[in-house]
């Protein structure tokens, strides 16, 4: 895959991550959110906003706690939801894709894994 394909990432300095990005000199054509953490969601909608001409997908059953808030109240729009074994993703002839889910946690959340 010679395009940039970001998720789950953590990044405490936000300019060091894009510097990085800038070096690999891909574009940046999908942003990737597969799991329902918080610490991973905060950053999709800047990231997002900053390269606009990328997809967004997410993992189904997206929730917040303690509220319950819409994935726009992140700054996370346009997004497509990833689904288990998706083969009309962008990536499904490079990368496989499983959604999973955990019931018994509550909330019935989910993320997905890829190969």
């Not at 394909?5 to 800038?22: D, P, V």
């Not at 991973?40 to 917040?64: C, D, E, N």
């Not at 346009?78 to 993703?89: G, I």
């Amino acid at each position: 895959m010679n395009t940039g394909f970001y998720h789950a990432f953590l990044t405490y300095n936000f300019l060091c991550f894009l510097q990085l990005i800038k070096e690999l000199g891909a574009p940046v054509e999908y942003i990737v959110l597969p799991t329902f953490a918080y610490e991973h969601k905060i950053f999709v909608g800047p990231f997002s906003r900053k390269f606009p001409r990328a997809q967004v997908w997410v993992a189904p059953r997206q929730w917040s706690w303690p509220l319950n808030l819409p994935l726009e109240f992140f700054g996370i729009f346009r997004a497509k939801t990833l689904k288990d074994e998706d083969l009309s993703t962008p990536w499904a002839g490079e990368i496989e894709q499983k959604v999973l889910s955990s019931p018994e946690v509550g909330n019935d959340h989910s993320f997905c894994i890829f190969s």
